[in-house]
């Protein structure tokens, strides 16, 4: 049980012990820094520990925002300090030097818990302070002082600043209109029963999978019921999030869950409508289901990269981005740029309906001319921002775009020939043109050409070429979209020309369990985690040594053949890839955060 400390001469009428035992805390009171400083040392080495000002006046949800979020080792709001077991030390540093400083007795100025936070900033420690908005949280001076507090912490409904705050402040229309005005409520009804965040992923990940089964009956009421539990699944996959930003849970193995359940079901559904028009109408749209996968996939990639590129690049100054921002100054257009990239929540209820009342064929070109359209208008821009904009990456983005580029044996053997790599824009203009190369290839040979070897040959010495140097050009984050379009193409033409059934449900099953592998990376990189281990892309051939080897299979053996090895391919891959990434992310070494994932 967490321990908080609250110091300093009691208040009258004061409910800040009650608030504290009211967020779990084993409360105990000290009148000296000196006393506060004994507790400390006594408490539990492995629980958190808070020190509070007894003279406290504010929210509980401000204290709960200060004093719970499990992300930060370090946290604080006006009268109030919080450290996890990890930095406990710095905690008690901080103490001992304010102990023997002189603010060791009961009439030393000003609040201790305040003078511990200077203290750690003076470390170098780095403390949350958690944005409170309208929430009240202060220590008075004086009663009058007292006296207005408690007047403006009754004057905000904190219960209504929680719920408002279980929200994402930038989400879709679809989103933010139709399904958080009550999936707040609905997270607020599973905190109070003591449901956890992940058991509402879980439940999200179920319902979607039995939406998929729905689909795949090929039936229409399937298809209508399919419909509802998409959006039904939808809206417990806003209330997960809304729940842990509600109650503060947040979790590592939530984290994970969150990030990767969604391509989880937005894929499982695409495989369950493709069965669906199999079984229903006899109308074979696998080439559409893993198109629209391939696409979706490499749009998530475009965004990955470009963010990684920049988020953390000096300079980082361009016109283009000025006038974006201007245009989100004005409220009608926020939200049509929100709605035409077509975020999840747009996506998934265009889905739902056309599911519902159309065919799985037009349900796909649907979602193939929306994507594609919202993929050309994000990549456009910001091409156009990359190319007028003033930045100097860093060290950390270059290493990232060269993780997320998942480069294999091959390619690095064939750059280590090539170590001076390509001048400026001929990075992604070379990656471009190997990966287009290889695709064509593939796309206007026969079934067992060797032609698609030798292009992916060529591929592997473009793309060694491409990554034979840091990444930190204007335009080197379209390297591993570049890279994934090329993969998952190939992937997808072999297939297609292999004219036999089970072909392309093999070639889904390879590019699901691969592009689940680039998207483990992806949220490593974002837990500051580093990327996958180096045996895990070695033993799966990183993106040029499993284009080459899909090349080489679709030359070497009969179609029949050619399916099995793909679905071969894909079990060991899968295999390989979800063992690691389970291992890692229930590690005590996984990162502890919680990522708000693609806008809803």
């Known amino acids: 049980m967490p321990t908080a400390i609250v110091t300093g001469q009691p208040v009258p009428g004061s409910s800040v012990e009650s608030d504290l035992r009211s967020l779990g805390f084993d409360v105990r009171t000290a009148e000296s820094t000196a006393e506060a400083e004994t507790l400390l040392a006594a408490a539990p080495a492995g629980d958190r520990v808070a020190v509070v000002d007894a003279g406290f006046v504010g929210h509980v949800h401000a204290l709960r925002l200060g004093l719970t979020d499990p992300r930060f080792p370090l946290a604080a709001?006006?009268?109030?300090v919080t450290a996890q077991?990890?930095?406990?030390?710095?905690?008690?540093?901080?103490?001992?030097r304010e102990t023997s400083s002189g603010?060791?007795?009961a009439v030393a100025v000003g609040s201790l818990a305040d003078r511990i936070v200077t203290e750690l900033d003076a470390d170098g420690s780095e403390v949350h302070r958690p944005e409170l908005g309208s929430l009240v949280a202060v220590v008075p001076a004086d009663p009058q002082a007292r006296n207005e507090a408690r007047q403006a912490v009754a004057a905000v409904d904190d219960e209504a600043v929680r719920l408002k705050s279980a929200v994402k402040s930038r989400d879709g229309f679809f989103t933010t209109h139709c399904i958080s005005p009550y999936s707040r409520y609905i997270a607020r009804w599973c905190a109070r029963r003591g449901l956890t965040p992940n058991q509402v992923t879980t439940a999200s990940l179920l319902t979607a999978l039995i939406a998929a089964g729905c689909a795949a009956t090929g039936t229409r009421g399937g298809f209508i019921a399919?419909?509802?539990?998409?959006?039904?699944?939808?809206?417990l996959d806003c209330t997960d999030?809304?729940?842990?930003?509600?109650?503060?849970?947040?979790?590592?193995?939530?984290?994970?869950l969150d990030a990767t359940f969604d391509r989880a079901k937005e894929y499982a559904y695409y495989a369950g409508l493709a069965l669906g028009a199999a079984r229903g109408g006899h109308d074979d749209v696998w080439v559409l289901a893993l198109g629209a996968m391939v696409l979706q996939t490499c749009r998530h990639v475009v965004d990955f990269s470009f963010n990684e590129a920049n988020h953390d690049a000096t300079a980082n100054t361009s016109p283009t981005a000025a006038l974006s921002d201007k245009l989100d100054s004005v409220g009608w257009t926020v939200w049509v740029r929100r709605m035409i990239v077509l975020p999840i929540g747009e996506r998934w209820a265009m889905i739902a309906v056309l599911t519902a009342f159309t065919t799985p064929r037009i349900t796909f070109y649907a979602l193939l001319v929306g994507c594609a359209f919202a993929a050309t208008y994000t990549t456009a821009g910001r091409v156009l921002r990359s190319l007028t904009r003033k930045a100097r990456r860093t060290d950390r983005a270059a290493q990232a775009l060269?993780?997320?580029?998942?480069?294999?044996?091959?390619?690095e053997a064939v750059g280590r020939v090539a170590r001076r790599g390509l001048p400026g824009l001929a990075v992604p203009a070379v990656a471009l043109l190997g990966g287009a190369a290889v695709v064509a290839c593939s796309v206007f040979s026969p079934y067992g050409s060797v032609v698609p070897v030798?292009?992916?040959?060529?591929?592997?010495?473009?793309s060694a070429l491409a990554v034979a140097r840091p990444l930190k050009g204007a335009l080197d984050w379209l390297v591993p979209p570049f890279f994934r379009a090329a993969e998952y193409g190939t992937v997808l033409a072999l297939a297609g020309k292999a004219g036999v059934n089970g072909a392309l449900p093999a070639a889904f099953g390879l590019v699901a369990a691969v592009a689940y592998h680039h998207y483990d990376t992806v949220y490593r990189i974002r837990g500051n985690a580093g990327a996958s281990p180096a045996w895990l892309v070695r033993s799966i051939g990183g993106h040029d040594g499993r284009t080459l080897l899909v090349a080489v299979l679709a030359a070497a053996l009969t179609a029949a053949q050619f399916k099995a090895a793909l679905t071969v391919l894909a079990v060991v891959v899968a295999l390989l890839v979800l063992v690691e990434s389970i291992r890692f992310w229930v590690s005590a070494g996984a990162p502890a955060v919680h990522d708000e994932g693609e806008t809803a």
Do not use: E, N
């Not at 709001?77 to 109030?80: F, I, K, L, Y």
């Not at 060269?402 to 390619?411: H, K």
């Open 226 to 235: 399919a419909g509802v539990l998409l959006i039904a699944s939808f809206v």
């Open 402 to 411: 060269a993780d997320l580029a998942d480069s294999g044996p091959l390619a």
């Open 77 to 80: 709001v006006p009268g109030a």
């Open 241 to 256: 999030g809304q729940l842990a930003r509600y109650a503060l849970k947040y979790s590592t193995l939530g984290a994970w």
């Open 85 to 96: 077991p990890a930095a406990r030390q710095a905690l008690t540093r901080a103490v001992a």
């Open 454 to 462: 030798i292009g992916a040959l060529g591929y592997v010495l473009t």
């Open 103 to 105: 603010g060791g007795t």
